[in-house]
């Protein structure tokens, strides 16, 4: 993992747009992705409190006409607090994503240790992500300590889309 840098600015809102496609390929949902990179702005760097925030890993790629390449993303992390009625503040990690090449290179390590961090200094009494049932990442969390609460405690997650949400209000 050498020349990664791990960060969070406003200038990667491009680039992690791209890498939500791929995520979203890689989850087997490649029309997904219906945000914008204005959005993903306003939400994460003009709302109070932000509703988003993410650490990114960058790697300096190299420049052969320049002393100074640029950086590029490589992973990053998306996450927000929420509140748990049982448990108190609480920190969601909706996405963590490492290119395919920098993945076994500790990257995804370090973006979750930094967003557990986080959620240890907010004074957060859990930390909750989705992964799918096929996703090899499954194995590294279970490595980190992390609970399967679909196994153990038999939760099972539910979504209403827009379209559902402005039909129920309109009845």
Excluded at 31 to 56: C, H, M, R, Y
Aim: aromatic share 14%; hydrophobic share 40%; glycine share 4%.
């Amino acid at each position: 993992m050498l020349d990664c840098f791990f960060s969070c600015s406003f200038c990667f809102t491009c680039a992690m747009l791209i890498s939500l496609q791929e995520l979203a390929v890689f989850e087997k949902m490649p029309n997904a992705v219906k945000i914008t990179q204005e959005t993903l702005e306003k939400d994460g760097f003009e709302s109070q409190p932000p509703l988003w925030k993410a650490f990114v890993a960058e790697v300096k790629e190299k420049d052969t006409h320049k002393n100074d390449g640029k950086l590029r993303l490589v992973g990053y992390a998306l996450y927000f607090e929420f509140y748990s009625l049982l448990r108190g503040r609480a920190l969601w990690l909706r996405d963590l994503y490492v290119e395919e090449s920098w993945r076994q290179q500790k990257v995804g390590q370090t973006l979750i240790k930094s967003v557990v961090k986080a959620g240890v200094d907010m004074n957060c009494a859990q930390a909750d992500w989705f992964v799918l049932s096929w996703n090899p990442a499954r194995h590294f969390y279970e490595k980190l300590g992390a609970i399967n609460i679909t196994e153990k405690e038999d939760w099972h997650v539910y979504r209403l889309n827009k379209d559902t949400m402005a039909q129920i209000c309109s009845k």
